[in-house]
């Protein structure tokens, strides 16, 4: 094949961290309150800011709590289940990695008992039907790492006796989801907002401050992972006081990304740009003889973590390490020319391509990359020698 003319003007399609909004630069962190306390009357109001600003975006109700939490998307699953879980039993679905990490954190770090995995394949949801709303649910809304979504909220029950936990740092700003069936809701900043690492944030229903006020579990809480004290939420993590010292650089990136989130249309308009992305990629899947979706349920397909299987007979019939290799080389390739970095699928799943298509990603960079990702193909397809 002949080497693709154009390029994406920006090659950052990485899972995570992800691509920062359109027309970013470092001069916009020139206002970041560095040098100061995060406790001062400024420190605070930048925090507050970035909590109410995301309210505002994502449409959270006004009686659910937001809070600014540290390490990550997992320090804030690890500060829900840790908190949370005990009187119930509970039910876990996995379906990809992080789903199936936080099972066996469930299982081998707080040693609960009873606890009902129900489990798929990469690629492919559990049957949704089988979940017990009775017991607690912890569930990853979007599959990062399989390119697999929950399509809705319906299987989400009004009347659950249980709280429903969700992960769904790959899926705000890109998906909607049902507020009223949620009681926790996780994610981090360094995905769907393109914005800086080592940030979480967790989000309340009345529901799950009622469990915190009611329950105290039986094993000791680290200072990280306390939300409630004597009985009572600890109102201040939900009003800008952190547990921690939070970058106040990163708290300045975060804000600009959620004004940029605002002036493209707020959810609507940030999720509207990331399907665009998926059909872009879509459009070049049905035609392409080689790629395909991992998900094969388009309802399901996730339109952040676009994963891609390679379907070509030449490779279906290489052994497995051959697979990984070929995949591998296929990244390695696009990332030598620079037209994409970090692609490559992640670690446990299959050998394939993962493609962000969030937000802050331009579809005039998916629609260019996809020649690079045929011409890339044929380049290893054509020198690959199988392991003897």
């Known amino acids: 094949m002949t080497k693709p ?25 020139k206002n970041a309150l560095l040098g100061r306390s ?10 507050v800011e970035a909590i109410e600003l995301h309210r505002q975006v994502l449409g959270i109700p006004a009686d659910y709590r937001i809070g600014i939490v540290p390490a990550s998307d997992t320090g804030a699953v690890e500060m829900a289940l840790w908190s949370l879980l005990g009187p119930r039993g509970i039910d876990v679905l996995a379906w990809e990695s992080f789903g199936s ?21 990469y690629g492919a ?4 039907t089988q979940v017990d709303w009775t ?31 969700c992960d769904a740092t790959s899926a705000v700003f890109a998906m909607d989801l049902p507020w009223n069936k949620l009681d926790v809701v996780t994610w981090s900043w360094q995905k769907a907002t393109g914005g800086e690492a080592a940030h979480g944030m967790v989000v309340l229903s009345p529901r799950a401050v009622q469990r915190l006020e009611t329950y105290s579990p039986a094993w000791p809480l680290p200072k990280i992972f306390r939300m409630a004290k004597d009985g009572k ?84 019939a290489l052994g497995e390490k051959d697979q990984e290799a070929v995949a591998k080389q296929v990244a390695a390739v696009l990332e030598k020319e620079g037209v994409a970095l970090d692609i490559g699928a992640y670690r446990d799943a299959p050998p394939g391509l993962r493609i962000w298509g969030g937000a802050t990603v331009e579809t005039s960079d998916i629609q260019a990359l996809t020649p690079w990702l045929d011409w890339a193909f044929a380049q290893v397809k054509a020198g690959f020698k199988p392991a003897a």
């Not at 066996?104 to 394949?121: F, H, N, P, Q, Y």
């Open 101 to 121: 990490g936080w099972a066996g954190d469930i299982t081998k770090e707080l040693k609960l008992k009873d606890v009902r995995s129900l489990k798929a394949g």
């Open 125 to 128: 949801l559990p049957d949704l």
């Open 5 to 29: 003319a154009a390029r994406p003007a920006v090659a950052h399609f990485s899972s995570g961290p992800c691509a920062k909004r359109p027309g970013w630069t470092p001069e916009i962190l």
């Open 38 to 47: 995060h406790r001062s009357k400024e420190g605070k109001a930048r925090l």
């Open 135 to 165: 017991r607690d649910v912890v569930f990853t809304w979007n599959g990062t790492t399989s390119g697999v979504k929950v399509p809705n909220g319906d299987w989400i029950k009004d009347d659950r006796e249980g709280l429903a936990i």
């Open 233 to 316: 939420l600890i109102e201040g993590i939900f009003k800008g006081e952190t547990i921690n010292t939070p970058s106040m650089l990163c708290v300045e990136d975060i804000i600009d990304a959620l004004k940029w989130g605002q002036s493209i249309g707020g959810l609507a308009g940030m999720k509207a740009r990331s399907e665009a992305n998926l059909k872009a990629i879509a459009d070049w899947v049905a035609k392409s003889d080689w790629a395909g979706f991992l998900c094969a349920d388009a309802a399901a397909r996730s339109n952040t973590s676009i994963c891609l299987k390679i379907v070509d007979p030449w490779f279906t």
